[in-house]
């Protein structure tokens, strides 16, 4: 994964699996990856860096802002063999995947930035169904490069 300071937030990128590939290649394209709600929390996100309200998908990378919609705890990747041990994590269950979480709101997203899996602290509350924001990018598969897209 690779970081991208872009003010007081990060862009991280995160290479995905060929399975994870396959999952993300079957989201493109949906509801989902077209726009963000209109009501989300404008306070949580620097906005003025999208030109457009759009998520934008690349199958080979994930592209997403290090924080969590709900309020902006951070969100970092977690993998069945390794993670925090100190922390609750009986939400995820017995068989979980890579994927990114929020472990002060005990949220689990999967590799395409969807929230999964939620622990008692984050069950009920709304912010904690929305997906994680991704910052407006292209990708160049030529060259293998990710640009930032900003107004």
């Known amino acids: 994964m690779v970081r991208v300071q872009q003010g007081k937030l990060r862009v991280n990128v995160y290479r995905r699996s060929e399975i994870e590939i396959a999952k993300a290649k079957k989201h ?12 989300w929390p404008k306070d949580k ?12 998908v690349v199958p080979e990378y994930f592209v997403f802002w290090d924080r969590s919609p709900i309020n ?21 269950g017995d068989k979980w995947q890579s994927g990114l979480i929020d472990y002060e709101n005990q949220v689990y997203y999967d590799t395409t930035g969807r929230p999964v899996k939620w622990g008692a602290k984050s069950k009920g509350l ?10 407006n990018h292209e990708y160049d598969k030529k060259t293998g490069n990710i640009r930032l897209l900003c107004q």
């Open 72 to 92: 902006g705890a951070i969100i970092t990747l977690i993998n069945p063999e390794w993670y925090d041990e100190s922390e609750d994590l009986s939400y995820l």
């Open 28 to 39: 493109v394209g949906g509801s989902f990856d077209e726009r963000y709600p209109s009501w």
């Open 126 to 135: 709304e912010l904690s169904k929305l997906p994680l924001l991704i910052p």
């Open 45 to 56: 996100y620097p906005l003025n860096y999208f030109s457009v309200a759009e998520r934008s």
